[in-house]
Nanobody
Framework: VQLQASGGGLVQAGGSLRLSCAASGRTSSGYDMAWFRQAPGKEREFVAA????????YYADSVRGRFTISRDNAKNTVDLQMNSLKPEDTAVYYC???????????????????WGQGTLVTVSS
């Protein structure tokens, strides 16, 4: 499965961006998907996840209420709508995929076997 992230850019604080992760490959439609981000000098951290079979979504506390993860089955993409962006949201954003994500481990980057290349989001103050 190949993942391709897009949609990053430069935006002012309070603005919005929409990231998209396109999945391709024979088993990609069966993947649960997540977004992570990595700011300069920091560890890669969990942002949000979408569980395919239940349609459930999960968010890091830092983005809950501002970000929305959604899946477009027709396009086989997972999008991250980011509103009310803050300078601390500046990071490279990565999409990740795995079949049958567990709620217990979905925030752990080590459990994901497929990653997109990352897209840079810069929020200016």
């Amino acid at each position: 499965v190949q993942l391709q992230a897009s949609g990053g850019g430069l935006v002012q604080a309070g603005g919005s961006l929409r990231l998209s992760c396109a999945a391709s490959g024979r088993t990609s439609s069966g993947y649960d998907m997540a977004w992570f981000r990595q700011a300069p000098g920091k560890e890669r951290e969990f942002v949000a996840a979408f569980i395919r079979h239940s349609g459930s979504t999960y968010y890091a506390d830092s983005v809950r209420g501002r970000f929305t993860i959604s899946r477009d089955n027709a396009k086989n993409t997972v999008d991250l709508q980011m509103n009310s962006l803050k300078p601390e949201d500046t990071a490279v954003y990565y999409c990740a995929g795995k079949s049958n994500i567990s709620r217990l481990t979905m925030t752990l980057k080590g459990v994901y076997r497929n990653w997109g290349q990352g897209t840079l989001v810069t929020v200016s103050s």
